[in-house]
């Protein structure tokens, strides 16, 4: 979404997104939101009577990122059970945003960076293969949403990618790669912002 230059497109775009996150939407997501609340407050003791130090950053932004992937996939990335919070996918939003100028600049650099072997890119920059690898991740969790004809598991809760697929939005706006750049962008906006904010 924050990559679309026509106002119309962003339009039908945010559009098809606003459902998601109208007050209501968000309320229905609140036991979601309180169960990985106490699973984090649980950790949290665990680390306390442990000694262990936490750092909060790294603590909020494991939070965000189980929210809004099991908010957008209706599965999350486990992040709170890691013991080191899963920092890989929120490094690699990090990670992707300080290069953001960069592709937006030359926009050549990161479709050549993905067209060269993984073993050369682990080499020189180990920041970009961590977006490649949460890309890849992004694409083979929306081909799964794609495939399996269920929308909704009896739960109740709506699998945001499913209803975008079934919606109305145009076929090319449901094409893969676009999907991915969306899943990226939401995933980046639910962990970045709201990890910054609790954490300041």
Not at 53 to 79: H, K, M, N, Q, W
Not at 87 to 96: T, V
């Amino acid at each position: 979404m924050f990559g679309t230059i026509s106002h119309d497109l962003h339009r039908v775009r945010r559009g098809a997104l606003n459902p998601f996150f109208s007050k209501q939407a968000v309320n229905r997501l609140e036991p979601v939101i309180r169960e990985l609340i106490d699973k984090m407050c649980a950790r949290f003791e665990t680390c306390r009577d442990s000694g262990e130090p936490v750092e909060t950053g790294r603590a909020y932004a494991a939070l965000t990122t189980d929210i809004i992937t099991r908010y957008a996939f209706r599965t999350s990335y486990g992040c709170i059970d890691d013991p080191n919070w899963k920092w890989d996918w929120p490094k690699a939003m990090n990670d992707g945003t300080k290069s953001c100028h960069l592709n937006k600049q030359f926009p050549f650099v990161f479709p050549a960076m993905k067209a060269t072997p993984e073993w050369i890119i682990q080499r020189i920059d180990p920041a970009v293969m961590n977006i490649i690898n949460f890309q890849k991740d992004l694409e083979r969790q929306i081909i799964e949403v794609r495939d399996s004809k269920a929308g909704d598991d009896g739960s109740g809760q709506k699998n945001l990618f499913q209803e975008l697929l079934n919606g109305n939005l145009p076929p090319e706006e449901k094409e893969l790669p676009r999907l991915v750049d969306e899943g990226q962008t939401m995933i980046a906006a639910g962990q970045q912002t709201t990890a910054h904010h609790l954490k300041t």
